[in-house]
């Protein structure tokens, strides 16, 4: 099956900054990688997904990059602010599988 | 439109006892999926209902977890006998088909006494 791993674990950046949040998955076949953002006692949102027809994709401050060959994909948000602390998952999905397979998450914490 | 939505939004029960957790989908979303999320990490896949039929349950722990879906719509996970270890969140998700985006539902707190 597949295994997603997200790295770091927690990340602390002040306002402003950018932030960058990485993903490796095993499965080559997988073909689909979404982001999620959830806060606090509330449901995982999609911020952002990429398919693997594309290397990059951009919605305003947000950014995903994928490298097929490397099977790796990253978040990146430029210029920070506090309401963007929450807990970010990458997930992977594709391959037959039906369900997503999700990453272990990272904390994000901005300061102000 | 109504986003997905879950409820309970909290149950608490004791060990042994059986708990129903319902899952209303988006309207037209013909995929429904069920997860489970411990604190602190990631949702797990349980079962996939593609229409009426579990399509995928390989995520379900052990037979005391069963879903259904009678109708194609709304869908209840069933757990007997339950356990303290069964204590999480159970979030549900749906999309308009198999490898679309997934909107999840606002979830279920279980806690097993």
């Known amino acids: 099956g597949e295994n997603v791993e997200q790295h770091p674990s927690t990340l602390s950046v002040q306002e402003g900054d950018s932030a960058v949040i990485k993903c490796t998955y095993s499965?080559?076949?997988?073909?689909?990688f979404p982001w999620y953002k959830q806060e606090l006692g509330k449901r995982p949102q999609l911020i952002i997904d990429i398919r693997s027809n594309v290397g990059e994709k951009k919605d305003q401050r947000i950014a995903v990059t994928l490298n097929k060959t490397a099977k790796h994909f990253s978040l990146h948000i430029t210029e920070t602010q506090p309401e963007d602390s929450a807990v970010y998952f990458c997930a992977a999905l594709g391959g037959g599988r039906r369900a997503l397979t999700f990453g272990s998450g990272t904390r994000l914490q901005v300061q102000p | 439109g109504a986003g997905v939505s879950q409820t309970p939004s909290n149950k608490v029960t004791e060990k042994g006892k059986y708990v129903e957790l319902r899952c209303d989908p988006i309207?037209?979303?013909?995929?429904l999926y069920w997860y489970r999320q411990s604190l602190g990490q990631g949702p797990e896949f349980l079962i996939y209902?593609?229409?009426?039929?579990?399509?995928?349950d390989s995520g379900l722990p052990n037979d005391r977890f069963f879903a259904v879906r009678p109708e194609g719509s709304v869908s209840t996970l069933k757990i007997q006998r339950t356990e303290r270890g069964d204590s999480a969140m159970y979030l549900c998700?749906?999309?308009?088909?198999?490898?679309?985006?997934?909107?999840f539902g606002p979830g279920t707190r279980l806690t097993v006494l």
């Open positions: 209902f593609q229409g009426t039929g579990a399509a995928d």
């Open positions: 499965d080559s076949a997988s073909n689909y």
């Open positions: 998700a749906s999309s308009l088909d198999r490898g679309g985006e997934q909107f």
């Open positions: 309207s037209g979303h013909t995929a």
